[in-house]
């Protein structure tokens, strides 16, 4: 009996703290690092390693404490679409891809960002494309994939 409660226990510990999607982590960061919300103001920034937060099961990192409080006010309006994976290869292939996290855009209030290396600059490849359409698109495969 006390395993069956331990087992119960254990699997609600693992519940409470997963994340809801998959966030691109690369470096232990959600967006390599960078301060999500700098990207709202026109420049992303690296974020500080004394400015960060756990969201989600996810840190982050934020430029300074005015970031940092801004984000905690309204997480949602930050988080990059598709967990921070390039959007365009979520939309034409349904692959988490990384990305260069300065490659990006805004559309619609929301974070967008593309892969880009070499002659690779997906953000390019978005804009000569329908961005509307794959942005729909991105969408219903990211809900098969983001786990």
């Known amino acids: 009996m006390n395993k069956i409660f331990f087992f119960f226990f254990l699997a609600m510990g693992v519940y409470g703290y997963s994340q809801s999607m998959d966030y691109n982590t690369k470096n232990g960061y959600a967006v390599n690092g960078y301060d999500v919300v700098s990207y709202f103001d ?4 690296e974020g500080k390693k004394e400015f960060t937060t756990t969201y989600d099961g996810t840190k982050f990192r934020f430029y300074n404490q005015e970031n940092l409080n801004r984000f905690k006010e309204s997480p949602s309006a930050y988080l ?5 994976y390039c959007a365009y290869a ?37 804009l000569n494309s329908s961005p509307k359409d794959l942005v729909s698109k991105a969408d219903k495969k990211w809900d098969e994939i983001k786990n």
């Open 90 to 126: 979520v939309a034409v292939n349904g692959k988490k891809v990384n990305v260069d996290p300065e490659t990006y855009e805004i559309r619609e209030g929301k974070l967008y960002l593309f892969y880009n290396k070499g002659k690779n600059n997906t953000l390019e490849f978005w």
């Open 42 to 45: 026109g420049m992303p920034l």
């Open 80 to 84: 990059p679409k598709y967990g921070g």
